[in-house]
């Protein structure tokens, strides 16, 4: 029975940690009084201003919005948020598919498989953990602290960055499910 509920955490999880690792609200800001917005994903950002929007890269190295082309310099710990959420990503869809192993081919390496699940999801809780702390701490101090000084701005963590956080919350339940099947495991051999 944990099994199965391990596995609709697992999969949950990463959709979850998929979703919001791959959208755009991580963060939403809007300037008072102004018809301009902003949503900023890891990988995209979104200037939206009298109903037209602008999309752009994080990686690239210009912006261009309005026809008016700017540097667009994002900091390093943004480069390790996305390394950090990249790889707990990955990590979960390791111990989703291990576990997937584990119900559908057998019980053959009990001990090994449920261990390697828990394993899995500890990495990905804690990666995606780093992640999500790196980003809630650095993302107003860097981003927005100039703009503060020139123009009101309304600065704040959106659903993306939830859903990561919840994804994080589900690795850790997985990782929980492993320990309690990994011990009923041990107690019947």
Not at 49 to 73: L, P, R
Not at 77 to 88: D, P, S, V
Request: aromatic content about 10%; some cysteine; glycine content about 8%.
């Amino acid at each position: 029975m944990v099994s199965k509920i391990m596995i609709a955490i697992l999969i949950l999880g990463v959709v979850l940690q998929i979703v919001g690792f791959s959208t755009t609200a991580w963060v939403t800001t809007s300037y008072p009084g102004k018809s301009v917005s902003t949503t900023m994903g890891l990988w995209k950002a979104c200037i939206k201003y009298d109903e037209e929007e602008d999309c752009f890269s994080t990686s690239s190295d210009e912006v261009t919005v309005k026809g008016v082309t700017v540097q667009a310099n994002f900091p390093k710990w943004y480069r390790a948020t996305e390394a950090m959420e990249t790889l707990g990503m990955l990590a979960f869809l390791v111990a989703m598919t291990i576990h997937l192993g584990y119900i559908f081919w057998g019980k053959l390496y009990k001990k090994t498989t449920i261990f390697g699940t828990l394993a899995m999801c500890v990495v990905a809780a804690i990666l995606i953990i780093i992640g999500v702390i790196i980003f809630g701490v650095k993302y107003e101090e860097d981003v927005f602290t100039g703009l503060h000084m020139i123009i009101e701005i309304d600065a704040s963590l959106s659903w993306s960055f939830g859903l990561c956080i919840g994804a994080a919350i589900l690795a850790v339940m997985g990782a929980v499910g492993a320990a309690v099947e990994l011990q009923n495991v041990r107690l019947l051999s």
